[in-house]
């Protein structure tokens, strides 16, 4: 008798099934997929660049966060808000001067190797509404590739 009621309960197997299933189907979406990487390769690549390290920059200063987060020498909180506003497949480099050209940022504001052919500098000036100080901000973008 209870030889039968095992073999007519069959929802546990089925579960099971499912879920091998289902790792089976997750495992293989992450095996055939790639990361998508834009890549540039026309004489645009300089416009393409200036521009989104423009509009980067512009969306940072919006409310004044990026003249504060200058002002409180918060460079983490820089390179990780450029490392997630900018796209994949473009490296960053970021100086801070003051008005007086002096140097500002102790250690780079960097997402790796800009070694290439490609490099864009884009300067923008701003100032910390808090405070009144000027900052030029000089980034160099590049195309990882």
Partial sequence: MEIMNLLTNK???VHTLEALLAVAVVFAALLLTKPIYISYNNLNDYEVLYAVGLNTLTHLDKNGDLG???GERNWTEIASRLSIMLPLGVSFNLTVYDEESNMLNDRPISSGMTD????VSIQYILVDR??????IVKLQLAWMK
């Avoid at 290439?116 to 490099?119: E, N």
């Avoid at 808090?130 to 900052?135: R, W």
Wanted: proline share 0%.
């Fill in 11 to 13: 929802g546990g197997q």
């Fill in 68 to 70: 504060r987060l200058i």
């Fill in 116 to 119: 290439s052919r490609y490099i």
């Fill in 130 to 135: 808090s405070t009144f100080h000027f900052y």
